[in-house]
């Protein structure tokens, strides 16, 4: 008898958790994604915070997915060999009308069963944090946000599922979800047709248009366009918290924090906009994000920036996470309304999503051998000099730095590249080992990086692309 089999629809963080989580099952998984790499749109360009929930809408679904999701991360990170930091974040009230928000925030993070919120003088806070506004009349601490490496989290999620029997199918856009007798039967992709017990819509920014494929989109998706800047490591004015606005009704607003790898990540803005494929940034957007952190930050030296992005971020309208299953059609599974704090959630939600599954009707049976650890990339750079020695004799590789921002190796690339779910891109392997992101933003390393891929994956260097196909880095020889 055949296993029955579970179609995953986007793989982003969300995606990869559930693909990871049913993976545990005896049950076919294989995950679809219109993109050329994991990571989906929201998960690869976000703020790589870990949020504990105090600011959710209390009594939600996503309220109740992101606080249990907070303290799964301590486990998780360490089976699966994730960069992660509880650095803490601050609620600073600059102005007397923030400060008197202040205990209808904690009150809120009370019903929210997030009770470690405590509240800060302005010199206490001035003591965790110098380069804070000195004006600071008090605010809130919030101990248990937390920094994490978003592309790493995605990837070796996908990267276990993967180790436990899913399939990754991607540059495979969905366009076709087939029914018959009140059940899924199908997913069309651009790639094929794939017989399904289950499709999971997990497609984020484009959950809706999944959803008309089945008649189930009572709601609709506008992007919303987030920009941010990336400050050099060396900046001048550093932050140790993540120090985050009070926030409004539209948005958490623009914070400042450090990243997992020592940077200073400032923004974002918060712009509804038609186009879900338009991450272009703008000076009116920057600026707007200098200003307002510049408030709370008032020697941020944006001077130090190394690069900007936008991301962009799926509303819903109606608002509200939403998990659905329907009476009449057996075996859709849909969400939306996955937004900011999709990344922290989603370790929830991939169990969430395969409990209901099985209150449902699924017949789910564990695995006896399920993979629980995977081991991440070395980070030849943060080795000590006898481990490096170490490496570069077992593989001669290590000893070739390939970027020197950052001290990635020919040899971490390769990994990037052969690993389960690999790198088949420029961006791909910038996400995966950071060659690129620092302060020459790939000018030297590039043309590298095309080589190396060119050569690990057996096709010539005009066939390279930055990420999705088409978009080559080459387009000829000169001589």
Known sequence: MNKEKAVVIGAGAVGCAIARELSKYEIDVVVV???????GDASKSNSAIIHTGYDAAPGTLESQLVVAANPMYDELVESLDVPFKRI?????AITEEQFKQLPAIK??????????????????????????????KGGLYIPRESIIDPFILVQALAENAAANGATFMLNAKVTDIKTENGRVKSVVTTKGEIEADYVINSAGLYCDEIAEMVGKADYKVVARKGQFYILDKNTSCKVNNIVLPIPTKVTKGKLMCPTIHGNMLVGPTAEDQPSKVDKSTSAEGLASVAAD????????NLRDTITQYSGLR????PEGLNFDMYDDLKGYVNLSGVRSTGLTLSVAMGKYVVQQMMFHGAELTLKENFISKRKGIV????QSREVQDELIKENPLYGNVICRCETITEAEIVDAINRPVGAKSVDAVKRRVRAGMGRCQGG???????????RELGVSTDEINKNNEGSYMVTGTTR
Do not use: Q, W
């Open 88 to 92: 803490g974040a601050i609620l600073p």
């Open 379 to 382: 980070k030849f750079s943060e």
């Open 293 to 300: 952190v510049s408030n709370l930050i008032p020697n941020v």
């Open 33 to 39: 994604d219109k993109n050329e790499d994991i990571g």
């Open 107 to 136: 009150e809120k993070a009370f019903k929210n069963h997030v009770y470690d919120v405590e509240y800060k003088t302005g010199a206490e806070l001035l003591e965790m944090e110098p380069n804070l506004n000195p004006e600071v």
């Open 444 to 454: 030297f390393c590039g043309p590298k990086v095309i080589e190396i891929l060119a």
């Open 314 to 317: 799926a509303n819903r309208n």
